[in-house]
């Protein structure tokens, strides 16, 4: 039987509540980087309904700013309140099937992994823009979870695009300690890094969303104006790729799909076989390929089944699909990159 809180006195606990300075600190530390971290954001994108997210990287030094802006539903000042306190969602509790998310964390430990200053505006149709911020060094100093209600001083202009839309949200990420420390703005090797840092977030949004690029007014996700062209690990316009049979697995009375696709070097041109190898090369990328809601989680992985990664099997790449209920099941993480299947699939999976 489970524990009734309601027959325990106030006697017998006592309020254990996390210190706001620690706890807001142990928040950046779940292993994020750039490129998963962006990925998590647009992943809420994608839950308010937006059809476009327009990236920005600002290089400014130790003043850069990178923002993440989208057409989404927006959020009212209430559920901006909410979406920015931390675990404003319990992973236990039933979602809607199409939802990304999980433990109502990711906001926040993604932003927080990058950056110490996290602004977002909102805009829900027919409502004024409401901006909530979290300053971690002012958390640090007062203690205390306070969530103020404005852009720092001089932000407020890196928000404005919003005020034309009808409805949308910006994130903008600033003090970015973890991307930029303390460079100074004519730092030309500082510089480098930042941008290509872009294009390995450019990489990674083309092959987590390739699903959702893919297809006809479904998203568009622009980085400095320009599209983000989708990178589908299976090459399914090419009339070589070999379609093995779909299996569906019985699991818990939901099904897991699984197919296995096995597109041939010696019938692709050259062009099209270093393309399809992707940014981490043929050998890397062989593997199990999750998906939960036509969003890839992992790119090219055994999933502790016993096999390595081999040139023989470098063309082996096989699908796995996966409904959002499963996610417990599968020891989904919160950054959403690493999946484990559940000790009755394995046989059939191997």
């Not at 509790?93 to 200053?117: E, N």
């Not at 979870?145 to 949308?168: F, T, Y």
């Not at 939901?254 to 692709?268: C, D, R, T």
Request: aromatic letters at 8%; hydrophobic letters at 40%.
């Amino acid at each position: 039987m489970g524990l009734d809180a309601s027959n325990i006195p106030e006697l017998m606990y006592d309020i254990a509540e996390p210190r706001a300075s620690a706890m807001v600190e142990s928040l950046r530390a779940f292993g994020y980087n750039m490129q998963t971290a962006i990925s998590d954001l647009i992943d809420n994108s994608i839950s308010a309904g937006a059809k476009n997210v327009w990236l920005s990287f600002c290089w400014d030094g130790a003043n850069s700013h990178v923002s993440i802006r989208d057409d989404g539903h927006g959020m009212t000042e209430s559920q901006l309140i909410d979406a920015m306190r931390p675990g404003s969602q319990s992973p236990m509790m039933d979602r809607d099937p199409d939802d990304l998310g999980r433990f109502g964390l990711g906001l926040k430990t993604a932003s927080f992994s990058q950056c110490r200053r996290l602004t977002v505006a909102s805009r829900s149709e027919n409502q004024e823009v409401t901006t909530r911020r979290w300053d971690l060094d002012y958390v640090n100093q007062v203690d205390e979870w306070r969530l103020l209600r404005s852009p720092a001083e001089g932000s407020a202009e890196k928000l404005n695009d919003l005020g034309s839309m009808i409805h949308g949200t910006i994130v903008l990420w600033e003090c970015l300690d973890r991307v930029v420390g303390d460079a100074k703005t004519n730092d030309q090797k500082a510089q480098a890094d930042f941008l290509e840092t872009v294009k390995v977030v450019q990489n990674h949004l083309a092959m987590v969303f390739h699903r959702f690029l893919e297809k006809r007014d479904c998203l568009k996700i622009w980085i400095e104006r320009h599209p983000v062209k989708p990178w589908n690990p299976f090459l399914p316009d090419a009339q070589v790729t070999q379609l093995l049979p779909v299996e569906h697995l019985s699991f818990k009375g939901e099904i897991v799909m699984v197919q296995p696709i096995l597109p041939h070097h010696s019938k692709i041109n050259p062009d099209s076989y270093n393309k399809a190898a992707g940014v981490n090369g043929w050998n890397a990328q062989q593997g199990f390929y999750v998906y939960r809601n036509e969003r890839l989680l992992v790119a090219g992985n055994w999933l502790n089944l016993g096999y390595y990664n081999d040139e023989h099997c470098k063309l082996a790449r096989i699908q796995v699909d996966l409904p959002n209920s499963m996610d417990s099941d599968w020891n989904i993480d919160i950054k959403k990159s690493r999946a484990r299947p559940p000790v009755s699939l394995k046989t059939d999976l191997r």
